[in-house]
Structures are given as structure tokens and as C-alpha cells.
């Protein structure tokens, strides 16, 4: 069973940055195709960005490419998110997920397991 935990969030003003964590434990770091996830108040869970068990290959959302630049370290489990140039419509709870197929998805389903979330509010 993998468990994750997010840490990071905070409140920022517009234009600022902020960069979450995910720490793994419990299962093959390594082995784990990681994704990003947000949920905001009355709007359903949408993918942010996923990033192959390798690092190689990385699928952004497209209101975040260039502004965000996920990361991991598979000697330490952890998995990273920068977030720079951050807007008020970047407000949500972000969430890390995992899941033991290969290739980045970008439906939540795909994903086996969750974090607990991070807030992240962004001022205007």
C-alpha cells in the first residue's frame, strides 16, 4: 500500500511561486507513474500533470505549461512541483497521485493512489 503526503501549499499573491512536495512511502517509489491533481469548490477534479516512473516524460495541462515544471527523486520518494507566475484561477486543493501503469493518464481514475491534499490560495 503506497501512501502519500503532500506539503507545500500556502497562500501566495498573484505572479508569485510556490513548490509542493509529495513524499511516498509504502510501495516502489520508482516504479510509480506520479500526476498532479486539483480540485477547486464546486468544480470536479482535474489533472495538473503527470510524470513517468523514469522522469523521461512529463504531460502538462495546458493552462500550465510553462508556469509549472513537475520533478522527482526517486533516491528520496518525492515527488515535486514548481509552481511560478501563479494565477487566482491556480486556487484549488492540489493533490499527488499515483498509479502502477505505465504510461501518464490524465483521468483521475486511472490513478490507484492519494494524497490527502494541499491547499494552495492565490491572492489577486
Known amino acids: 500500500q503506497v501512501q502519500l503526503v503532500e506539503s507545500g501549499g500556502g497562500l501566495v499573491q498573484a505572479g508569485g511561486s510556490l513548490r509542493l512536495s509529495c513524499a511516498a512511502s509504502?510501495?516502489?517509489?520508482?516504479?510509480?507513474?506520479m500526476g498532479w491533481f486539483r480540485q477547486s469548490p464546486g468544480k470536479e477534479r482535474e489533472f495538473v500533470v503527470g510524470?513517468?516512473?523514469?522522469?523521461?516524460?512529463?504531460l502538462y495541462q495546458d493552462s500550465v505549461k510553462g508556469r509549472f515544471t513537475i520533478s522527482r527523486d526517486n533516491a528520496k520518494n518525492t515527488l515535486n512541483l514548481q509552481m511560478n507566475s501563479l494565477k487566482p484561477e491556480d486556487t484549488a486543493d492540489y493533490y499527488c497521485?499515483?498509479?502502477?501503469?505505465?504510461?501518464?493518464?490524465?483521468?483521475?481514475?486511472?490513478?490507484?493512489?492519494w494524497g490527502q491534499g494541499t491547499q494552495v490560495t492565490v491572492s489577486s
Open positions: 497521485a499515483a498509479r502502477t501503469g505505465l504510461p501518464v493518464k490524465r483521468l483521475s481514475e486511472e490513478y490507484d493512489y
Open positions: 509504502g510501495g516502489t517509489f520508482s516504479s510509480l507513474t
Open positions: 510524470i513517468s516512473w523514469s522522469g523521461s516524460r512529463t
